[in-house]
């Protein structure tokens, strides 16, 4: 906008900014959208994640919030590419239970806050080692099973640097959002600056932080009644948007590299994102539910009904009668730190 024309009077208008442009590879299915949302208006099981259970903090944990803002940076890449495709989803045991992904950080992260109760403040994070990293995710057999390390590392270190930098703690982040007259935005304004959550352009792991300091039963972050946490895109959802058929992969060439489960480029990752991102946020505003009631019935049905490397479990599905049944669909394959 600014060098659009002479001088400042794109970015003085009073209009809204414009909206990024779709990848015409990808269209938002309105129709499906619309039914997908009337059936998830009708369904009671639709509420949101508690926040709480083994793999957790337990409520009133004088270091949750902590830990919430320092692991939840780090739900990302919990996958492997072999031959240039997608290999398998993380999955191994530790404190003698199999756990996958994001499931598998949140324990390890915990295990590692009962061990030493400050290690998620920023000062430990901003001088983190590989190896101190390493111990953190070693799984029960002494394997390392995280397929990004390096990845880990690097935004545990720019999160903690950042976070001194501004002279800002959890505490002092929730505390400046909630003297605010928009205590979400606000929020999401300040991670806008930090190391771990700035890189996003769609806000994933902000989001995700503010959906749990809302839900935990502390409710760190209690949010005015007209605020509306934007959704959570990680590769579980774009997965479902894709399956559901709340967006269709008119592009040929692209559907293949999605079906065959192809490392993708930033471009084809982002003409799937968006149009999901956008796909869900109608869902969420046609169904009446909260956002994290829809994240928790989507979330949860990917993960465990319609997950990455088993036959879905459509009769099992609550979505199933409205579902357009696209089980070949993978979500976009590409290593980010976003999700």
Not at 17 to 43: C, F, G, H, K, Y
Not at 64 to 69: G, N, S
Not at 169 to 183: F, K
Not at 311 to 327: F, M, N
């Amino acid at each position: 906008e600014m060098i659009g024309q002479v001088g400042p009077a794109a970015l003085l208008s009073a209009d809204p900014p414009p909206e990024a442009s779709l990848d015409p590879r990808v269209q938002i299915n309105e129709a499906q959208v619309r039914q997908v949302a009337r059936i998830v208006s009708t369904l009671p099981a639709a509420s949101p994640y508690p926040w709480v259970g083994p793999t957790l903090p337990p409520v009133g944990h004088p270091k949750a919030l902590d830990y919430l803002f320092a692991a939840t940076l780090q739900q990302f890449s919990f996958w492997t590419v072999r031959d240039n495709r997608y290999q398998q989803p993380l999955i191994a045991p530790i404190d003698g239970v199999e756990r996958k992904g994001s499931d598998y950080l949140w324990a390890a992260m915990t295990r590692r806050l009962e061990e030493d109760a400050e290690f998620c403040s920023p000062e430990r994070q901003a001088e983190l080692s590989r190896e101190e990293l390493l111990a953190v995710f070693r799984a029960d057999n002494g394997e390392d099973p995280m397929p990004a390390l390096d990845l880990h590392l690097e935004e545990a270190r720019r999160y903690g640097r950042d976070m001194l930098a501004l002279q800002l703690t959890p505490q002092a982040v929730v505390d400046r959002a909630l003297a605010s007259t928009e205590p979400l935005q606000t929020f999401l304004v300040i991670l806008d600056q930090v190391g771990g959550y700035k890189e996003d352009p769609l806000r994933k792991k902000s989001s995700l932080v503010a959906m749990g300091l809302h839900d935990r039963p502390e409710r760190f972050l209690p949010l005015r009644d007209d605020e509306v946490i934007a959704p959570i895109m990680d590769y579980h959802i774009m997965r479902s948007c894709l399956r559901m058929g709340l967006i269709d992969v008119v592009d040929g060439e692209l559907r293949t590299r999605l079906t065959d489960r192809q490392v993708v480029s930033p471009a084809e990752e982002w003409a799937v994102r968006y149009p999901a991102y956008l796909a869900y946020e109608e869902l969420v505003t046609l169904c009446g539910r909260s956002p994290s009631a829809v994240n928790g019935l989507i979330f949860e049905n990917a993960r465990r009904r319609c997950p990455e490397m088993t036959e879905p479990e459509c009769g099992a599905c609550a979505l199933d009668p409205v579902c357009a049944h696209r089980k070949g669909f993978f979500q976009p394959v590409l290593r980010t730190t976003f999700y």
